[in-house]
């Protein structure tokens, strides 16, 4: 079974800092990708960040301030946030991708239960 748990989620000033972890389990003998994406309530899940290999991506609203790291061996993605704003307030989620592997747990989506974040003012 394939679990993904988000962790480091707190409440900070504007221009502090956060570090989020992510860690994917259940995924022996896959090909997978990890992504962070977030939501406000009655809002949509957006997009934040993703890692694909040496390669980033960022949303437009948080590029600069945050940085996506992953550790393949621990299936750990990271992302660490700085120079908060307000509108960074909202649950951060870690979404796995699975593309191919030994079994059919290997392709699929997986969504951990998120990890809230309140930026004030």
């Known amino acids: 079974q394939v679990h993904v748990v988000e962790s480091g989620g707190g409440s900070v000033q504007a221009g502090g800092s956060l570090r989020l972890t992510c860690i994917a389990s259940?995924?022996?003998?896959?090909?997978?990708?990890m992504a962070w994406y977030r939501q406000v309530e009655g809002k949509e899940r957006e997009f934040v960040s993703t890692?694909?290999?040496?390669?980033?991506s960022y949303a437009d609203s948080v590029k600069g301030r945050f940085t996506v790291s992953r550790d393949n061996a621990e299936n750990t993605l990271y992302l660490q946030m700085n120079a908060m704003k307000p509108e960074d307030t909202a649950m951060y989620y870690c979404?796995?991708?699975?593309?191919?592997?030994?079994?059919?747990?290997?392709?699929?989506?997986?969504w951990g239960q998120g990890t809230q974040v309140t930026v004030s003012s």
């Open positions: 979404k796995v991708e699975g593309q191919s592997g030994t079994s059919s747990r290997c392709v699929g989506d997986y």
């Open positions: 259940g995924l022996t003998g896959c090909t997978f990708e």
């Open positions: 890692i694909r290999g040496r390669f980033t």
